[in-house]
T-cell receptor
Framework: DAKTTQPNSMESNEEEPVHLPCNHSTISGTDYIHWYRQLPSQGPEYVIHGLTSNVNNRMASLAIAEDRKSSTLILHRATLRDAAVYYCILIRGSQGNLIFGKGTKLSVKP | GAVVSQHPSRVICKSGTSVKIECRSLDFQATTMFWYRQFPKQSLMLMATSNEGSKATYEQGVEKDKFLINHASLTLSTLTVTSAHPEDSSFYIC?????????????FGPGTRLTVL
């Protein structure tokens, strides 16, 4: 599976937008871009996924570069509950395995 | 939404004993379930994938005789850590994938923290 690169940590202020970057320069045409997050001492939860077009859901937006070599998860208004480790994962095809990297630890300051 | 539960949430056992962890999909049928292990301050590591009614597929380096996985029904998978030792202490997390729920989305349980004394 193609690898992803994310910053180890990021900080945000409460109620401000957060842009979490992910590089995936070796992505293949059939790789889906998934984002999961893990709150402390909990199992991960799905955030969003996309293939080529930008995606929006109730939790976040996913902006995918035109060449698909990078993507950005956007939290429109960070809350304290958004403090978590965010994982950007590529999955080949329809229902492949999730291979978790180190992710980005997001801290949200009040 | 789709909910996955795990039981127990925490377990402490003596070295040499076996521990069983249950993973249940509460409101959907899970065709595939996954078991992960997470050590402190590390990421999740996939241990094995199980499909209902068939043998689990283990990742390289995971001992199948030590980590017994049973996926006997579409809503239940169990992980048994046999002859547990202190190095098996970890956070064990399951996830489930169902055809009837959101495409491509794995639903994770809350995790089970195992401490082996």
């Amino acid at each position: 599976d193609a690898k992803t690169t994310q910053p180890n940590s990021m900080e945000s202020n409460e109620e401000e937008p957060v842009h979490l970057p992910c590089n995936h320069s070796t992505i293949s045409g059939t790789d889906y871009i998934h984002w999961y997050r893990q709150l402390p001492s909990q199992g991960p939860e799905y955030v969003i996924h996309g293939l080529t077009s930008n995606v929006n859901n109730r939790m976040a937006s996913l902006a995918i570069a035109e060449d698909r070599k990078s993507s950005t998860l956007i939290l429109h208004r960070a809350t304290l509950r958004d403090a978590a480790v965010y994982y950007c994962i590529l999955i080949r095809g329809s229902q492949g395995n999730l291979i978790f990297g180190k992710g980005t630890k997001l801290s949200v300051k009040p | 939404g789709a909910v996955v539960s795990q039981h127990p949430s925490r377990v402490i056992c003596k070295s040499g004993t076996s521990v069983k962890i249950e993973c249940r999909s509460l409101d959907f049928q899970a065709t595939t379930m996954f078991w992960y292990r997470q050590f402190p301050k590390q990421s999740l590591m996939l241990m094995a994938t199980s499909n209902e009614g068939s043998k689990a597929t283990y990742e390289q380096g995971v001992e199948k005789d030590k980590f017994l996985i049973n996926h006997a029904s579409l809503t239940l998978s169990t992980l048994t850590v046999t002859s547990a030792h202190p190095e098996d202490s970890s956070f064990y997390i399951c996830s489930a994938l169902g055809l009837a729920v959101a495409y491509n989305e794995q639903f994770f349980g809350p995790g089970t923290r195992l401490t082996v004394l």
